[in-house]
């Protein structure tokens, strides 16, 4: 939906976020923040920074209204936000050196499902880059171009960043999967 | 990977359990913003700041001469992507295609002077060029062919260097290639002192003319919008000092074979990039060189015993050159950031290595 095709009460709702309204900020966080925070999670991999990062774009969003201009669809350009919110706080992260206490515990975590734990371990382990390319690609459904655009990599490079990532999640997972 | 498998395994990474919104998180959100805490979040538009700064100058015009050769241009939406020139050409340096604004720099070490440019030859040297991003090979197969021969210039002995590039240009779905126009120098055959520096496309010539003080350019576009500018600088440096030119590369191949490079040795000479049309920056930064080891290194034109030189523009390594040790040849080049690198290499040369 993007603000301008919505028109009426979303335009509304947005147009009172702009001018700072709580409550209007609030409804908006009940729309849309779940899904930001499943986001935010996927690519940084802890609850902390994924809540963070949801607390940031919130935070930010009435200064940043001011600049979208509700061309396209307005849950794209909220992703997106919220994308490059995450990888800008995963990127201080990787530079800090620091490991996730939720990594570092998983080993002592009950599994409830052994073959999605398996597969959370094999996502886990992937290298940021390609980890960050099959997550946006392949769960979070975006467009090579979307990701190349929100990595500032080549189209080419997220083809084959994701080629590569399901190349490794499949042997670690096994052939006859 | 069949695509059963691959749907499988996709299925079950968009059924991989997340995590769930804290049930505060949104009353903390409300507290921060009526405390007064806001956040600059990032613009979503793509960042073509780094690469704009880089092609400033020259890639602007090499991009123009690209569109002009080809007759296209890139697909709406998909904007002149300057990593995609800039990663192809490795002889291309971001610093090597913006003039370095400000003051004019020194060079870190002694000039060069009086080389020997007998000691270069005539030959045919291929290169090809690979880009990683983040560790992750992104694209190989951009070709640069450099042919040095004997010849005569106003009754004079001369090189002359004609360079060649053809790069697959990422933007495209059919993975199609670009030819962008050779350029050809000339260089006195024994000083390697450029005299003069062509190129010319469909709709675009450029003529950089050298005398033993000065450099005089043309640069004359023609078709739709044509448009010619004509100037004039003073060189640095004595009258037969090398040089190296810089377009969209770095011509150092020439240099190179004639540099007398031996352990710890060290040296500066200035390059001359485009003098017109860059307000306020300064055409002739000095490229220091130095030696810093050596290693024997397979390239697919053979093996090779090279010396390691470091290049630099001011404090900045633009690029590591591997240099062989018997005929000064430019096996391999290095460049590039933590998160980016390109890497050239031999790949085939005539005559042959020994």
């Given amino acids: 939906m993007s603000a301008s095709a919505a028109g009426g009460e979303f335009g509304a709702l947005i147009e009172a976020v702009r001018a700072g309204s709580p409550e209007a900020l609030a409804s908006l966080y009940r729309e849309y923040g ?31 209204l001011a600049r979208y201009e509700e061309r396209g669809k307005w849950t794209s350009w909220l992703k997106r936000v919220t994308a ?94 | ?180 126009p050779p350029d050809t120098t000339y260089f006195a055959r ?8 062509s190129l010319t496309g469909d709709r675009i010539h450029v003529v950089r003319q050298f005398t033993p003080d000065s450099v005089h350019e043309a640069v004359d576009i023609t078709g739709p919008h044509p448009r010619s500018w004509h100037s004039s600088a003073k060189l640095p440096g004595a009258a037969d000092d090398p040089l190296v030119v810089r377009w969209a590369r770095f011509d150092v191949p020439l240099l190179l074979q004639a540099l007398p490079l031996a352990r710890g040795w060290q040296g500066s000479v200035y390059s001359v990039g485009l003098i017109g049309r860059v307000p306020g920056a300064s055409p002739f930064p000095p490229l220091d060189f130095r030696v810093v080891g050596n290693e024997r290194i397979d390239v697919p034109a053979g093996r090779f015993d090279c010396w390691r030189v470091e290049m630099r523009i001011g404090d900045e390594t633009v690029m590591t050159l591997w240099a062989s040790k018997d005929r000064g040849w430019l096996i391999k080049t290095k460049q590039g950031k933590p998160d980016w690198q390109a890497e050239s290499t031999l790949i085939s040369a005539t005559p042959p290595a020994p």
């Fill in chain 1, 34 to 64: 779940a899904a930001l925070y499943r986001l935010a999670y996927r690519l940084t991999e802890t609850r902390e920074d994924a809540e963070d990062v949801v607390h940031d774009v919130f935070v930010g969003l009435p200064e940043a």
């Fill in chain 2, 190 to 197: 024994q000083t390697l002192r450029p005299l003069s520096w």
């Fill in chain 1, 84 to 177: 490059r919110v995450a990888l800008v706080r995963l990127r201080a992260r990787t530079r800090r050196r620091e490991v996730p206490l939720e990594l570092a515990d998983q080993a002592a975590r009950p599994p409830a499902d052994p073959d999605a734990t398996v597969l959370e371990s094999a996502v886990h382990a992937l290298p940021d880059p390609l980890r960050i390319v099959v997550m946006l690609k392949e769960v979070e459904g975006y467009s090579h171009r979307e990701v190349a655009d929100l990595l500032g990599i080549s189209v080419g490079a997220s083809r084959v960043r994701a080629a590569r990532a399901l190349a490794r999640l499949r042997k670690v997972l096994g052939d006859g999967r």
């Fill in chain 2, 1 to 180: 990977m069949s695509r059963a498998t691959l749907e499988t395994l996709r299925r079950e990474l968009q059924g991989l359990a997340s995590s769930e919104a804290p049930p505060g998180l949104l009353q903390r959100i409300l507290d921060s913003r009526a405390a007064g805490v806001r956040v600059a979040l990032p613009r979503t538009e793509r960042d073509h700041t780094r690469w704009i700064i880089a092609a400033l100058a020259a890639a602007a015009v090499l991009a123009l001469v690209i569109n002009i050769r080809t007759g296209e241009r890139s697909p709406a939406g998909a904007e002149t992507d300057y990593g995609d020139i800039a990663a192809a050409l490795s002889f291309l340096p971001r610093a090597a295609m913006a003039q370095q604004a400000g003051p004019a720099r020194t060079p870190r070490y002694d000039l060069v002077h009086h080389l020997d440019g007998s000691r270069a030859h005539a030959g045919t040297w291929t290169y090809e060029t690979c880009t990683t991003t983040d560790d992750v090979l992104t694209k190989c197969g951009s070709r640069l062919r450099i042919t040095v021969h004997e010849g005569q210039r106003a009754e004079q002995p001369v090189w002359v260097m004609i360079q060649r590039v053809a790069f697959v240009r990422g933007w495209s779905s059919t993975n199609d290639t670009i030819y962008v």
